[in-house]
């Protein structure tokens, strides 16, 4: 009989596309509908609030795999610790007591905080959390990985539906005078289908095919931070600078325009993860490099950035 599949926040980001992949497998699915988020018609929605750990209840019956997608980013202390922290900590409990097999967690690199990372793999690092986004999503971590889940943290995801890096990036890029320094750094990117891909193949790797519990999920070939801002300038009609300034000014513009200035610390910086173990454990290639993957989304970003 075929696996059933939980999938939490499968109408954000990317959970609608981990929805989309696990449905090109041989498996039953089961979506979590938060009682205010639309979902397209499927044969098994059931309703449940991260926030309400009451609602949890039972929604794990019957359930193999369960797929974390869910969390709150942005907003205030309380609502982070009750979605994500507590609520993540109330969905395992449910989980374990309905004899789910496996927990599969969608976390984020942002549970290292600040600072320059080099390839260094997650056995290498010391979360260092600076929101509280990131906090409690450390602690939605630690929930699963208790319940001996397993946890993919990617850094920067692009692709069709993003309401973050896409964005952010073209506000900053608006808002400075010049490129901060020609933008040297590099980082770690992945296409949205293939961090869905990545999530399903978690999900369905037979057991003891999984070597660690904790991985960086990112394209190998990292992204020259320059090429990053070029290809989201580039859609969203921006005129590159010809001149640079300084991190220090460029941090007086962003505060001046309402921007975030820890913003910078991203992109003047190496933030490189090494991906490596977890493309090798689940025996899958790596979508096309950045220039190729960010073409087949440029249409997408042209149209949402203009709207933006």
């Keep these: 009989m075929p696996p059933t599949i939980l999938i939490t926040g499968a109408a954000g980001f990317v959970g609608g596309h981990v929805t989309r992949e696990a449905r090109r497998h041989r498996v039953r699915l089961r979506l979590v509908r938060h009682h205010r988020t639309p979902l397209a018609p499927t044969a ?6 991260l926030a309400d750990p009451g609602s949890l209840r039972g929604i794990c019956d019957g359930v193999d795999v369960l797929v974390h997608c869910a969390a709150r980013i942005g907003g205030d202390t309380e609502t982070n610790e009750a979605v994500n922290a507590r609520g993540t900590a109330a969905l395992v409990a449910e989980a374990r007591r309905a004899g789910v097999r496996r927990v599969v967690q969608l976390s984020t690199a942002s549970v290292y905080g600040r600072g320059t990372f080099r390839g260094s793999r997650p ?3 010391v979360r260092n959390p600076a929101s509280v986004t990131s906090r409690t999503r450390a602690a939605a971590e630690d929930a699963v990985l208790g319940a001996g889940g ?3 943290r990617p850094h920067l995801v692009y692709g069709a539906g993003d309401a973050w ?3 952010g990036l073209a506000r900053i890029l608006r808002a400075l005078p010049g490129t901060v320094d020609g933008w040297p ?8 289908t293939d961090l869905a891909r990545l999530l399903v193949a978690a999900a369905l ?3 003891g095919g999984l070597t660690r519990s904790v991985y960086h999920a990112a394209h190998p070939e990292p992204v020259a931070v320059s090429a990053l801002l070029r290809a989201v300038a580039e859609c969203g009609s921006i005129a590159w600078p010809r001149t ?3 991190a220090e000014r460029a941090r007086a513009v962003l505060a001046e325009h309402g921007q975030p200035p820890s913003a910078l610390d991203m992109l003047t910086t190496d933030h490189v993860f090494d991906s490596a173990p977890l493309w090798s454990d689940l025996r899958q290639s790596p979508g096309a490099p950045f220039p190729a993957a960010f073409r087949r989304e440029a249409d997408w970003y042209r149209e949402a950035l203009r709207a933006g």
């Design 44 to 49: 098994d929605v059931v309703r449940a609030d």
């Design 123 to 125: 056995e290498d690092l």
């Design 150 to 152: 397993i946890v993919l």
């Design 165 to 167: 890096v896409g964005p």
């Design 185 to 192: 750094a590099r980082t770690s990117v992945i296409a949205v």
């Design 205 to 207: 790797a037979p057991d």
């Design 244 to 246: 640079r300034i300084g």
